[in-house]
């Protein structure tokens, strides 16, 4: 099962409505992804509370339907 | 083995091995590139550490999502606290803070050149 670039971005962009967003599908098979994720809502968490609230917005298709996707994540400069 | 079982095993192994990894395959033989990074970053850095195989295991695979509330595997745990994953890993690598941590928690390990 695949999702689509669009649709991660859409799921982010959701829960983090102020999120710069970037998807790069890696591998052109819709299953590896890298996103590049800046908010200010990132200012003063640490990586792993970042992350983990990408994982949040993408409601449990993180480690399913979508197989792969490299994280990084900051507030904005 | 209950869920609750898996937990009790996943606290004794990240509570006796100071460095502890969870990864697809082992490390002489990882089964996944984002697993591979990790135990090469370790390795880079000469750091002591035991790795466990989910892909031997599909209730150590669920467990340990469970466990952390984290969906993905690599997850290594330093002194029983979960650090992060691939990305996580490789960030702080790449700054020093993975150095830095592991100083701070006494554990052995070379300053990567």
């Known amino acids: 099962m695949a999702m689509s670039a669009g649709a991660i971005e859409n799921l982010i962009k959701t829960a983090?409505?102020?999120?710069?967003?970037?998807?790069?599908?890696?591998?052109?098979?819709?299953?590896?992804?890298?996103?590049?994720?800046?908010s200010e809502q990132f200012r003063g968490m640490s990586r792993l509370k970042q992350h983990q609230m990408i994982y949040a917005?993408?409601?449990?298709r993180m480690g399913g339907e979508l197989h792969a996707?490299?994280?990084?994540?900051?507030?904005?400069? | 083995m209950s869920q609750s079982l898996v937990a009790e095993r996943?606290?004794?192994?990240?509570?006796?091995?100071?460095?502890?990894?969870?990864m697809k395959g082992t490390a002489m033989f990882p089964q996944c590139g984002f697993s591979a990074r990790v135990v090469q970053i370790l390795s880079h850095l000469n750091v002591p550490f035991k790795?466990?195989?989910?892909?031997?295991?599909?209730?150590?695979?669920d467990g340990i999502?469970?466990?952390?509330?984290?969906?993905?595997?690599?997850?290594?745990?330093v002194k029983g606290?979960?650090?992060?994953?691939?990305?996580?890993?490789?960030?702080?690598?790449?700054?020093?803070?993975?150095?830095?941590?592991?100083?701070?928690?006494?554990?052995?390990?070379?300053?990567a050149a």
């Open chain 2, 81 to 111: 606290e979960f650090v992060g994953g691939c990305d996580i890993i490789t960030e702080m690598y790449q700054t020093g803070e993975l150095s830095t941590l592991l100083a701070e928690q006494g554990i052995p390990h070379s300053v």
């Open chain 2, 51 to 61: 790795t466990a195989n989910v892909l031997e295991d599909p209730e150590l695979r």
């Open chain 2, 10 to 22: 996943i606290q004794a192994d990240i509570t006796g091995n100071p460095v502890m990894l969870y």
């Open chain 1, 16 to 38: 983090i409505p102020d999120a710069r967003v970037t998807v790069e599908d890696l591998a052109g098979d819709g299953d590896h992804y890298a996103a590049t994720v800046v």
């Open chain 1, 57 to 60: 917005a993408l409601q449990g």
């Open chain 2, 65 to 77: 999502k469970a466990f952390s509330n984290w969906p993905t595997v690599p997850q290594l745990y």
């Open chain 1, 69 to 77: 996707l490299a994280l990084q994540t900051s507030a904005p400069e």
